[in-house]
């Protein structure tokens, strides 16, 4: 016998928000936990979504509005799950939610405490592109869009100097230094994952140079440079803020290999990437290096052979550990084997790497928490084959979107979908 309609949901990117509103629209109540300041998951870090090349914010932005407005729906950022006991029915969940010295109510988002700020350091959501204060948003535009305190970097917070600079900036005392990180306690009849993915360090790969060429970039870096609200305001600029590039390799399938997987959906980012560069530099030269080229939905093919034909050059690469890139005169060589097996090479400006998707950091002990188990590959497993694609090792809890595995919006809202159906027929049980 179920104690507890209410659901409890792991992740606020698109598949966590889809479940979210479908679930308020079927009289449910749902806490959505979120470890970040912000809701929306790594959607909002596109400027547009293939194959439509449809704008991210306008798609997303209604939704994260009708997520924190929706009296159903209790948004938790910045906080984890940390301990679950109990059955299909009756969870009983801890939660962590830490501290943000800000009161979500007060702030108007003004965004007057952040200049004075005297701390700077590099800001992770925007791929390290640009820096950030101890006070911050995660970009603009963030929903909410209230600020957050990093208290170990906050010199008053840290207690290494006296500072009250932010404070004395908020004309509505919306600072609040006093807040404490607080465990919540809930009980939940289901729980839905919805955690998401992180990108594979490209690091790892050393013979592309990322981390050593400043010409070297991830696809989701990328993706933050292209953005009009990102680190160059959209401005499609090398790192040194000048130079326009003229030449730009994009590499598919990076550390596919060390995965040991085909992350899905990067063979369609890559074309987006060269429409993407087509577009904003009509006259640079863009070369795509495959080894296989996945198209897994009834769209892509076209959305491929039209890039294929006005925007980029396909260059086959017939092993990609042979792969070198090397840095010369400010210019990128890069190293391959072509077609034929024979040793080829050019030379471009910039290198998007198309680097793998993995578990979202901290999968491992989320999974212990919650008593799921995990898939070779560190993903939450899907008992695909037994009863149903959204189904985990325990029962009342479901996975949904990229934290099964890589694959794109449209299959991630699927899933959630999937998902809603089963949390509905669980709880009526
Ligand atoms: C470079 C690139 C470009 C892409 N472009 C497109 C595109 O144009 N079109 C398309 O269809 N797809 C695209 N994708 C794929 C798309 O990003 C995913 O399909 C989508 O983000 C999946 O959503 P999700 O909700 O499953 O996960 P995510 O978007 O990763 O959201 C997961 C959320 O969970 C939170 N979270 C993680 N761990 C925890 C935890 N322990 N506790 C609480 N919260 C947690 C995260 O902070 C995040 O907010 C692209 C992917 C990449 C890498
Ligand atoms: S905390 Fe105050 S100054 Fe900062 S954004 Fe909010 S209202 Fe503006
Ligand atoms: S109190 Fe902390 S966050 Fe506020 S301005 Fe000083 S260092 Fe920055």
Known sequence: MNTSNNVLIIGSGVSGMEACIMLSKAGKKITLVEKLSLIGGKTIKNEETYPNMDC????????????LQD????????????????????????????????DLIACLGCGMCYPPCPVSLKNEWEENLIDKKAIYVPCSGALPNVPVIDAALCLKLNGSEECNKCAEACMFGAINFSETDQIIE?????ILIATGYDMLDAGKLQNLGYGKFSGVYTSMEFER?????GPTEGKLVLRNLESIPQSIAIIHCVGRDLVGYCSNICCTASAKHAHFLHHKLPDANIYNF????????????KFHEDVKSHSSEYIYQKDREKMKIQETDNKLQISYLNNEGKDAAITVDMVILENALQPSRGTDQLAEALGVELDQF????????HIGSVVTSKNGI?????IEGPKDIQNSVLQAEAA??????????
């Open 56 to 67: 991210s914010t306008c798609l997303v932005a209604p939704i994260q509005q009708e997520i």
């Open 71 to 102: 009296p159903n729906i209790d948004v938790l950022t910045l906080s984890t799950v940390e301990e679950v006991q109990g059955k299909s029915g009756n969870f009983k969940v801890k939660i962590n939610k830490k501290a943000r010295y800000v």
């Open 186 to 190: 809930l009980n939940v009849g289901a």
């Open 225 to 229: 440079l292209f953005a009009a609200n």
């Open 290 to 301: 495959y080894t296989d080229i996945c198209l897994p939905d009834k769209t892509y093919q």
């Open 378 to 385: 560190g993903f939450v497993e899907a008992q695909t084959f």
């Open 398 to 402: 479901f996975v949904a979107g990229c």
């Open 420 to 429: 809603v159906a089963g949390i509905i027929s669980s709880l009526d049980q």
